[in-house]
Each structure stands twice: as C-alpha cells, then as structure tokens.
C-alpha cells in the first residue's frame, strides 16, 4: 500500500490540490528566556570571550539574572499550541558545558520561563589563567578565556509518551560514542513546572575523558546510527517516528564510500582553502529514516525517506546533508508536510545548517520538495558563487558563470545578523487554523569561533499557510 501510495505521488497524482504555500506574519525575532543557567548576554554578547562572567570570583557558576537573549540554546523541541508551548533545548556553551533545559512559554514562543535543567556536563568553572605548555606555570588573566575542553555532553533531546511511559532520548556526543552509540533513554515522571522530573541533575555517559566507558543501559533498540529523532508521526499507529541516520566518514570510508567525484573533498578545496568562514570538507552521510515502534525502546526501521536529499550531489545548490531536528504536520488528503533542514559542500559540515525547507509527501517515504535551497522557508546569508558547467566552483581560467543563492527571498524574508551563518532545527505548533508557530536555531557565522558573541540562538517566526492545518493529535503518543 505504501509503495503503491508513493508511485502515485511521485507521479503527479498525489498533488492534486496543490502543495501548501507558506507566506510570514511578520519578520523573525531573538526569543528571551528569563531564569536558567549562564547565557551570551553575560559575556556582553559581542565581546568575543568564550566564557566571560561564567562563574562569580568565588568559583560558582553564575545564572541568568533577569530575562535575557536565548543564548546559547539550540536544536528546540517545542510541544503545545497557541500561545501555550513547551520547550526542551540542547544549552551548549561552546567547549565548555551542555545540558537539556526546559521552558515553558505564554506568548507563542516569544518569551520563556526557565523550568530545568538536566543532564549537565559539568559543574566547574573554565579555566580563568594561561598556562605553559607544560601545563604548571601561571601566565596571568587568558584574554580568550580557555575553556573546559570540550561540550561532549548529551543533547538533541526528545520528549515522547508511549505505552503509558515518558522517555527522554538524547544523544551522547564522546568519541567513539556519537552516531555510533543507541540514542539514551531517561523515563520520565513530569511534575508540575518540572517537566524533565526523573532524568538526572547531571550527565550520566561517557565523555571524551571516559570515553572507553560502554553506553548506559537504558537505551533504543534498532535505530541505525541514530543522530536524534525528529518527530512523531501524526495519527498514525503503531507510532511512527521520523529520525536522522548520521554515517560518520561514511563517503570516504567503509562500505558506503563513494566515488571521489561525488566527495566534496576535490572539488570544493580551493574554496575551503580561501573562505571567510572555516568550513571545510566533510564526509559523513546522513539520512531521514523512517521507523516504528510498540514500546518506545525497540524500533522496527522502515527505510530512507527519499526526494530530500543526495548524498552524492557535489554541487552549489545541491542538499547532500539533512539534519536531525524538524516538524511533521498532518494534512488534509491522506498528506504530510515536513519543515526540515539542509546543507551542501558550501558549507563543509554534515549538521546541515544551511536552510530550512518544506516538503510533502503522501506515503511518508517518498517526498517532493516544496520550499528547497533556491526558494527556502529560511535560508542563511544570500551568497554569489562562480561555478562551471557542472555546477561546482570553477578553476582558475575555467569558463563560468556567476549564481547567487538563494535565488529567490526565503518566505522569512532575507536573513538576518542572528542567522546570517546558520539556520535549523524548525520546530513547529499549531497557533490557529492556519497559522504555524515555527522555533528555530541560528548563529551569526557558520562557525560559532568566529563569533563567539553571537551563536546558537532561539528565533521564532510565525507562517500562514495557505490551507487550513488540521489537528496533530497523536493517537498512540502523547507528547
């Protein structure tokens, strides 16, 4: 029935009607988040310092005072509707903590009211001192503020109910564990304002530190090479889960190793060599797969969703990476849209942060891209790139001709500070009738190095579709 579902679709049968058309209310805005741990706004949101205003002169670390930008949070999965949405989000200050926090909101994701934190990597403070080489000397107040080592904590967490349990799953992110491990699973037993009650205070993997350390117990069971799940299949049972399969090196290594011609590597070095960002090549392979559950711990996977990426496609323009975090909608018809996130060689980085778009499928396998990198829902700084006849950046002498992507104004509008260097993780509720509340991750550059001032911020901004969205009940989860 589903492949018979999907030759129709792929056919042309399956867009009678039209596809939905996505129009904003409004340009996006920086959410703010009162409460809750350290945030950029500490370290004068600009400054450049890693960690500035960390912890207090005593060696505690030092909350958010009032209410502040939502920084530095990401990869949001938000639950509710209307004004009334619940959040859970990866808090990861670069290199030097990590934790799942939840917030609640009252005003369409707006404003948030800190509620939680879990799962933390660490409680000591980054270092404040230089240090010799050999590690014993002091050399005085470090003006770039050295770090912890590393943020290898758990993160892109999800929130479901199913078979009368709660879970939290998220992924570990040592060596030797990330996109290699099983997602963790923590059960749940919300309380009111503490909706994370029963995952521990702090982070119970390995890390790169104990990293021959074996994944804990509590763990799923048949997802491949599981990066997080992106969501539950609306009104439909057994449960169906839509997640992202990360292949680490998996286009240069390995049994899916690929042709140098469909590797980034050869292509793209004369550009990584000499772009502004710091991005450089990448070989990981990454897909959305479908599967299905009874338990919420042992999933039957059920395949690639296919028309929304290509991992062997080299080009400017083309999405060969898809990221972890995104939204299912049910339509009318038997039909689901999908807000996702995706990527190419420009950016040099499998987390596909380049643009979200919007796709439809009638199946859940087999999908047609509405809103792609040329015409995106939200898109990262518009870019002009010479390229050959085979769409890739041209040689020196080489014949070419100038593009400029995205060629057409995202339905955000253009992008903006905030944004400018990464877009994704969309997460969206239901508002009205036809109005999409979307919460979304952006940095200010590609890199959060080159702007440590200014990354993984919550956005949010509000669509109209053009058909009316029907409910999102879950009928075997309760999220």
Same mark, same amino acid.
């Given at each position: 029935?589903? $492949? ?117 990597? %660490? ?19 470090? &003006? ?18 199913? $078979?009368?349990?709660?879970?939290? +799953?998220?992924?570990?992110? $040592? ?14 037993? &919300? ?79 004369? +550009?990584?060599?000499?772009? &502004? ?11 959305? %797969? ?6 919420? /711990? ?31 909608? %049910? ?23 380049? +643009?979200?778009? +919007? ?17 995106? /829902? ?24 100038? /593009? ?5 104004? &995202? ?69």
């Amino acid at each position: 029935m589903l $492949a018979a579902l999907g030759a129709a679709f792929a056919s042309g049968a399956g867009a009678q009607g039209g596809h939905v058309q996505w129009t904003r209310n409004g340009a996006p805005t920086e959410a703010y988040i009162t409460g809750g741990p350290w945030t950029l706004e500490q370290s004068g949101a600009a400054v450049g310092l890693k960690s500035a205003g960390y912890c207090d002169s005593s060696g505690n670390q030092v909350g958010n005072p009032g209410t502040e930008r939502m920084q530095p949070y990401y990869f949001p999965f938000i639950t509710g509707s209307g004004n009334h949405l619940q959040g859970y989000f990866d808090w990861r200050p670069k290199d030097t903590d990590e934790g799942v926090v939840a917030a609640s909101s009252d005003d369409a994701g707006h404003t948030w009211q800190f509620q939680q934190k879990v799962l933390e990597l %660490r409680t000591t403070c980054p270092n404040q001192v230089q240090k010799d080489p050999d590690g014993d000397k002091d050399n005085g107040p470090d &003006p770039n503020n050295s770090d912890n080592g590393d943020d290898d904590g758990q993160g892109h967490q999800f929130v479901m109910t199913v $078979a009368g349990h709660t879970y939290l +799953y998220t992924l570990d992110r $040592a060596n030797g564990h990330i996109d290699v491990d099983d997602l963790y699973m923590h059960e749940l037993h &919300p309380e009111s304002g503490l909706p994370l009650a029963g995952a521990p205070a702090m982070n119970d993997g390995p890390t790169d530190e104990t990293s021959s350390q074996k994944e804990i117990p509590t763990h799923t069971v048949g997802l491949l090479n599981p990066d997080g799940i992106l969501g539950i299949v609306p009104g439909r049972s057994p449960l169906t889960i839509i997640y992202e399969q990360k292949i680490l090196n998996g286009d240069n290594t390995g049994p899916t190793a690929l042709p140098k011609a469909q590797q980034c590597t050869s292509a793209w070095s004369n +550009y990584y060599a000499t772009n &502004p960002f710091g991005t450089s090549t990448n070989d990981d392979i990454t897909y959305l %797969r479908l599967a299905e559950t009874t338990d919420g /711990i042992h999933f039957t996977d059920i395949g690639i969703l296919q028309g929304l990426n290509d991992p062997t496609d080299i080009t400017a323009t083309g999405t060969r990476w898809l990221a972890t975090a995104g939204t299912i909608l %049910r339509l009318s018809g038997v039909k689901y849209g999908l807000f996702f996130s995706g990527g190419g060689c420009v950016d040099g980085d499998s987390d596909a942060f380049h +643009y979200i778009g +919007y796709a439809e499928s009638r199946d859940l396998l087999h999908w047609k891209v509405v809103n792609g990198i040329n015409n995106p /829902i939200v898109s990262v700084a518009q870019f002009t790139l010479a390229v050959n006849s085979s769409g890739i950046p041209a040689a020196t002498g080489e014949t070419s001709t100038n /593009i400029t992507v995205p060629a057409n104004t &995202p339905v955000a509008g253009p992008a903006m500070g905030w944004f400018a260097g990464r877009v994704y993780a969309p997460s969206g509720t239901i508002f009205n009738n036809d109005t999409l509340t979307v919460i979304f991750a952006g940095y200010h550059t590609p890199k959060p190095k080159n702007g440590l001032g200014d990354y993984r911020t919550i956005g949010r901004v509000s669509l109209n579709s053009s058909k009316p969205l029907q409910s999102q009940d879950i009928s075997v989860a309760d999220q």
